[in-house]
T-cell receptor, first 114, second 113 residues
């Protein structure tokens, strides 16, 4: 079965600690994305990557970092510099070419920083 | 700037029809998506419109008018499981070949028995 996995579904961390959220896809998609979702805020793009070893900042990249060493994987690190890290984090992927290719989403990770 | 507007909340009755509107103000247009998101879950793709007109897909249809910067999602024969948030997103006209989307805040639909 092809799809996107994110783990864990729930994650708790103490303030000041860095934490890495995993995202793996076996859809053979070139493009991958990280979003943050807060109540009443909609989806906000953190980082995206169109190809291996390349990524760009989204609208709210401060306090986050990513890597794209493999096509299948796009981990997100929430650093201690992120002022308000508690949120629902969604990873997505899509085919890079074409105009109508939708983004497929993983199940999300709900991060709570105590 | 780029902006997408949707109603925040809507309610409807099981078996009825509901229309969820989306208006967008962008400097160009390159396609519009509708997604469904149940509480605590990932968004799932519903429809894509790039040309004017109605796209029908079972109980769900989506309409686009590019001249008016307007789209709607039409849900027929509503079921309780249709209670969810419906997200409108347009492709960023400045994104070039990448697939960046500009997202609305979503419309929370409650279907009552």
């Amino acid at each position: 079965d092809g799809g996107i996995t994110q783990s864990p579904k729930y994650l708790f961390r103490k303030e000041g600690q860095n934490v890495t959220l995993s995202c793996e896809q076996n859809l053979n998609h070139d493009a991958m994305y990280w979003y943050r979702q807060d109540p009443g805020q909609g989806l906000r793009l953190i980082y995206y990557s169109q190809i291996v070893n390349d990524f760009q900042k989204g609208d709210i990249a401060e306090g986050y970092s990513v890597s794209r060493e493999k096509k299948e994987s796009f981990p997100l690190t929430v650093t201690s510099a992120q002022k308000n890290p508690t949120a629902f984090y969604l990873c997505a992927s899509s085919v890079a070419g074409g105009s109508d290719n939708e983004q497929f989403f993983g199940p999300g990770t709900r991060l709570t920083v105590l | 700037g780029q902006n997408i507007d949707q109603p925040t909340e809507m309610t409807a009755t099981e078996g009825a029809i509901v229309q969820i509107n989306c208006t967008y103000q962008t400097s160009g247009f390159n396609g519009l998506f509708w997604y469904q998101q149940h509480a605590g879950e990932a968004p799932t793709f519903l429809s894509y419109n790039v040309l004017d007109g109605l796209e029908e897909k079972g109980r769900f249809s989506s309409f686009l008018s590019r001249s008016k910067g307007y789209s709607y999602l039409l849900l027929k024969e509503l079921q309780m499981k249709d209670s969810a948030s419906y997200l409108c997103a347009v492709r960023d006209p400045y994104a070039g070949n990448n697939r960046k989307l500009i997202w609305g805040l979503g419309t929370s639909l409650a279907v009552n028995p």
